[in-house]
């Protein structure tokens, strides 16, 4: 379902700060960092809007976006992940939608609705790291860095 990992990826990662760790990563942790990163940066967008910082809430709410768009959706394949990756890419530009929604409303309810969702593939993305792509959802073991 998810190509190797290209330079492109690779490079959204740094420009969204999760850099930790991006060289040595193998494709799979290398989707997982970007989950962990948007999840992070979905509750700090937030905390930014309910304390009233509207610069940071904006940041943050973009530094989302581009996870999904240039990391996440970017990484998906069609061909090889069939219905599920045309799912996924549904999902992240739904996704994409209630962020900017929320960002233009300053509504807090759009965001939360993306946590709701993006949290159960997160967590069923990070269930299937030791599997070893037995269930065809690992992505190629080269990476494009």
């Known amino acids: 379902m998810y190509t190797p990992v290209s330079s492109r990826a690779a490079n ?6 999760v850099q ?11 989707i997982q960092m970007l ?10 967008a937030r905390g930014a809007m309910q304390r009233g910082e509207m610069e940071a809430k904006g940041r ?3 530094k ?5 768009e240039e990391g996440l959706k970017g990484a998906l394949n069609p061909a090889q992940g069939g219905e599920i990756a045309v ?4 999902l992240y530009e739904y996704c994409v939608t209630r ?22 593939v997160a967590q069923s993305w990070a269930a ?16 494009g860095v």
């Not at 959204?12 to 700060?17: D, E, H, I, L, S």
């Open 35 to 44: 989950f962990d990163g948007l999840l992070q940066s979905l509750n700090e």
């Open 60 to 62: 943050l709410i973009g």
């Open 87 to 90: 799912n996924l890419r549904a």
């Open 99 to 120: 962020l900017t929604l929320a960002n233009l409303r300053n509504d807090v309810a759009p965001l939360e609705e993306v946590v709701a969702l993006i949290e159960p």
């Open 128 to 143: 299937i790291g030791g599997s070893g792509g037995a269930s065809g959802w690992a992505p190629s073991a080269k990476v």
């Open 12 to 17: 959204a990662y740094r420009q969204v700060g």
């Open 20 to 30: 930790s760790g991006v060289d040595g990563a193998n494709p799979h942790q290398l």
């Open 64 to 68: 989302s976006v581009r996870i999904l």
